[in-house]
């Protein structure tokens, strides 16, 4: 229905419209059903006509067909007509289950989020809901929809915490308890009277479980933290937290303590800046620094910033193992950086996701992941025999590369055996050009083995082999492999601080795309950068867009990059890159990556 105009709808809107008023309460289901999925991207073309009859079937004796006319009624309506609506819905909306509920509560959030200006009696309704009788899920809807208000619309934040304060003290669930406390915490000091909000945070601490407790105290620290009026009282509070009965709450009282008192430079990395890489992450690379001790002192801008093993592996599609792809039975990093050949290249940079090779239904299943060192590149190969005839020997991946690339092929490790059904590692270390930091290439892959026939009786192998090659698919070496995401609580700061010497601008089209959201996703994905203050969140039907992005480059060199596009009426999208960094160098082959 996209290329369809609201003029070439209005026949079967005058059809349906009558059948809104029939009988049968299946014609009026479908009728309403039909109208619902219309009014998301034509609401001009019911709006009016129907409205009279879809306000009578809020009284429905079927509840489904009642809850469809509010939610499509929600769609259509006018900024004007939205107090009526509210007035209408609140006489409806306890006779209806949770379940119905929640559906509500959905088309209500993308209502406030279409006419932003009626915020406060969008969010005085939705805090009147909160109050009512209902389940976790509904309750949990409600408050989501308020947090995502807050977000979106700067104005209505004062409002949002207010109602959400109110509500903690009643509130019988502790996730949404710890939710709320936490952007209390967050927002709650940047507001004009910081100090209303104190009161509803330190009754959770009388009043609560541990969990809630937990929360409540640190979102105090960081009112302490950011108010400096209030910080000597946030420190007589969390002092009386330290005679808790709760471990994680009195060791949490105590470690905020110290640092509002004796290091608030500190207190403000820890408590206001996230930590912009996995905790597992983390956990891997001391083990690996650990293991292999060197001079230099551990670098946390070593540490891969997403998910080092993709967990969507796999897809499912038969039930057989030998159709699935070939999956490692211990954590990659864990894994390579036991081994005493990799010990003298230091720690990883940066890890891919894993990439399949080959078919799963193939009779050698290949998957590979690229771990980026500061000279080096170590594939990590996963190679799965699912042929029970066979066993294979000195199973090894040929790599080849254009030479003129600078790139060259150190060393292999190879499997020394795999039998059917079994997975095991192969290892090649390709080298770095020297003269280019971010240096690209594609390598072209042979799986190299010899083969024993196996014996379906006896399960022995025979004892002469026969060498035979499996062709592989290409791997790519992109500069997304030596950036990897790096958090900045502050991105308009730290542009500033880059400066405007080691800038770097081009422009460029992407003709394969035709919206600003599918030109986001490839250049996060093309440039491997982290985006910043939310801005790979685009409205629908955008045709302009700024992306801000940062990320770090192999050496933990600072990259920022700002991306401001516009959809061409021709088709594709227009863009402007602008690079940042401490190297002008890098900064240029970063803007200038798109064109290669």
Same mark, same amino acid.
């Given at each position: 229905?996209?290329?369809?105009?609201?003029?070439?709808?209005?026949?079967?809107?005058?059809?349906?419209?009558?059948?809104?008023?029939?009988?049968?309460?299946?014609?009026?289901?479908?009728?309403?059903?039909?109208?619902?999925?219309?009014?998301?991207?034509?609401?001009?073309?019911?709006?009016?006509?129907?409205?009279?009859?879809?306000?009578?079937?809020?009284?429905?004796?079927?509840?489904?067909?009642?809850?469809?006319?509010?939610?499509?009624?929600?769609?259509?309506?006018?900024?004007?007509?939205?107090?009526?609506?509210?007035?209408? =819905?609140?006489?409806?909306? *306890?006779? $209806?289950?949770? &379940?119905?509920?929640? %559906?509500?509560?959905? #088309?209500?959030?993308? +209502? @406030?989020?279409?006419?932003?200006?009626?915020?406060?009696?969008?969010?005085?309704?939705?805090?009147?809901?909160?109050?009512?009788?209902?389940?976790?899920?509904?309750?949990?809807?409600?408050?989501?929809?308020?947090?995502?208000?807050?977000?979106?619309?700067?104005?209505?934040?004062?409002?949002?915490?207010?109602?959400?304060?109110?509500?903690?003290?009643?509130?019988?669930?502790?996730?949404?308890?710890?939710?709320?406390?936490?952007?209390?915490?967050?927002?709650?000091?940047?507001?004009?009277?910081?100090?209303?909000? =104190?009161?509803?945070?330190? *009754?959770? $601490?009388?009043? &609560?479980?541990?969990? %809630?407790?937990?929360? #409540?105290?640190?979102? +105090? @620290?960081?009112?302490?933290?950011?108010?400096?009026?209030?910080?000597?009282?946030?420190?007589?509070?969390?002092?009386?937290?330290?005679?808790?009965?709760?471990?994680?709450?009195?060791?949490?009282?105590?470690?905020?303590?110290?640092?509002?008192?004796?290091?608030?430079?500190?207190?403000?990395?820890?408590?206001?800046?996230?930590?912009?890489?996995?905790?597992?992450?983390?956990?891997?690379?001391?083990?690996?620094?650990?293991?292999?001790?060197?001079?230099?002192?551990?670098?946390?801008?070593?540490?891969?910033?997403?998910?080092?093993?993709?967990?969507?592996?796999?897809?499912?599609?038969?039930?057989?193992?030998?159709?699935?792809?070939?999956?490692?039975?211990?954590?990659?990093?864990?894994?390579?950086?036991?081994?005493?050949?990799?010990?003298?290249?230091?720690?990883?940079?940066?890890?891919?996701?894993?990439?399949?090779?080959?078919?799963?239904?193939?009779?050698?299943?290949?998957?590979?992941?690229?771990?980026?060192?500061?000279?080096?590149?170590?594939?990590?190969?996963?190679?799965?025999?699912?042929?029970?005839?066979?066993?294979?020997?000195?199973?090894?991946?040929?790599?080849?590369?254009?030479?003129?690339?600078?790139?060259?092929?150190?060393?292999?490790?190879?499997?020394?055996?795999?039998?059917?059904?079994?997975?095991?590692?192969?290892?090649?270390?390709?080298?770095?050009?020297?003269?280019?930091?971010?240096?690209?290439?594609?390598?072209?892959?042979?799986?190299?083995?010899?083969?024993?026939?196996?014996?379906?009786?006896?399960?022995?192998?025979?004892?002469?082999?026969?060498?035979?090659?499996?062709?592989?698919?290409?791997?790519?070496?992109?500069?997304?492999?030596?950036?990897?995401?790096?958090?900045?609580?502050?991105?308009?700061?730290?542009?500033?601080?880059?400066?405007?010497?080691?800038?770097?601008?081009?422009?460029?089209?992407?003709?394969?795309?035709?919206?600003?959201?599918?030109?986001?996703?490839?250049?996060?994905?093309?440039?491997?950068?982290?985006?910043?203050?939310?801005?790979?969140?685009?409205?629908?039907?955008?045709?302009?867009?700024?992306?801000?992005?940062?990320?770090?480059?192999?050496?933990?060199?600072?990259?920022?990059?700002?991306?401001?596009?516009?959809?061409?009426?021709?088709?594709?999208?227009?863009?402007?890159?602008?690079?940042?960094?401490?190297?002008?160098?890098?900064?240029?082959?970063?803007?200038?990556?798109?064109?290669?």
């Amino acid at each position: 229905m996209k290329n369809i105009t609201s003029k070439d709808l209005t026949a079967a809107v005058t059809i349906l419209q009558m059948f809104l008023s029939s009988p049968k309460a299946t014609l009026r289901f479908a009728a309403i059903r039909t109208l619902n999925k219309v009014a998301s991207d034509h609401p001009h073309a019911i709006a009016g006509s129907c409205t009279f009859d879809m306000e009578g079937l809020i009284n429905d004796v079927n509840r489904n067909i009642a809850t469809l006319a509010i939610t499509t009624l929600l769609k259509i309506e006018t900024e004007g007509s939205i107090d009526r609506l509210m007035k209408q =819905i609140s006489n409806f909306i *306890n006779e $209806i289950s949770d &379940e119905f509920k929640i %559906v509500v509560v959905d #088309a209500i959030r993308t +209502l @406030a989020l279409k006419y932003k200006q009626r915020h406060y009696s969008i969010m005085t309704f939705l805090s009147n809901m909160l109050r009512d009788e209902g389940g976790f899920e509904y309750k949990k809807a409600i408050v989501e929809t308020i947090l995502e208000i807050v977000n979106e619309i700067p104005e209505s934040k004062e409002t949002g915490l207010a109602h959400l304060s109110e509500f903690i003290e009643d509130c019988e669930f502790s996730y949404l308890s710890t939710k709320i406390l936490h952007l209390l915490g967050k927002e709650g000091p940047k507001t004009r009277t910081p100090s209303k909000y =104190i009161r509803h945070i330190y *009754n959770r $601490i009388i009043l &609560e479980n541990s969990t %809630v407790r937990a929360s #409540a105290v640190s979102a +105090l @620290a960081k009112f302490g933290l950011n108010h400096e009026p209030l910080r000597p009282k946030i420190i007589v509070l969390l002092t009386r937290c330290l005679q808790d009965n709760d471990d994680e709450v009195r060791d949490r009282a105590t470690f905020y303590l110290r640092m509002l008192e004796n290091d608030l430079e500190l207190a403000s990395k820890m408590m206001i800046e996230d930590l912009p890489i996995p905790l597992y992450n983390l956990e891997l690379s001391l083990r690996q620094y650990l293991d292999n001790p060197i001079e230099r002192p551990f670098d946390i801008n070593t540490v891969p910033a997403f998910a080092l093993v993709d967990k969507t592996l796999g897809k499912g599609k038969k039930s057989t193992t030998a159709n699935q792809p070939a999956k490692p039975k211990e954590e990659p990093v864990e894994k390579i950086s036991s081994l005493s050949e990799f010990a003298s290249l230091g720690p990883i940079f940066n890890s891919s996701k894993q990439i399949e090779l080959s078919e799963s239904e193939t009779e050698y299943v290949v998957t590979c992941i690229k771990h980026i060192y500061a000279r080096y590149v170590v594939f990590q190969f996963f190679v799965k025999n699912t042929v029970s005839e066979q066993l294979l020997e000195n199973v090894t991946v040929d790599m080849e590369v254009d030479d003129s690339t600078g790139f060259r092929v150190d060393s292999v490790i190879p499997a020394d055996s795999i039998t059917c059904d079994e997975t095991k590692p192969v290892y090649v270390k390709v080298e770095l050009p020297l003269e280019a930091s971010l240096a690209t290439a594609s390598f072209t892959n042979k799986l190299k083995f010899d083969v024993k026939q196996v014996d379906a009786d006896s399960g022995q192998a025979e004892d002469e082999s026969t060498p035979e090659e499996y062709p592989l698919e290409d791997i790519d070496i992109s500069i997304a492999d030596f950036v990897k995401r790096n958090f900045v609580p502050n991105w308009g700061e730290k542009w500033e601080e880059l400066g405007e010497d080691t800038t770097a601008v081009e422009t460029f089209s992407l003709s394969s795309v035709n919206s600003c959201a599918d030109a986001v996703k490839e250049i996060i994905d093309f440039l491997g950068m982290q985006p910043c203050d939310r801005t790979e969140t685009i409205p629908p039907k955008r045709t302009k867009h700024i992306l801000l992005l940062s990320g770090l480059a192999v050496g933990g060199i600072p990259i920022l990059a700002r991306v401001r596009m516009k959809v061409n009426p021709s088709g594709g999208v227009s863009m402007e890159l602008t690079v940042r960094s401490n190297d002008a160098e890098l900064s240029s082959q970063i803007a200038s990556a798109m064109y290669s």
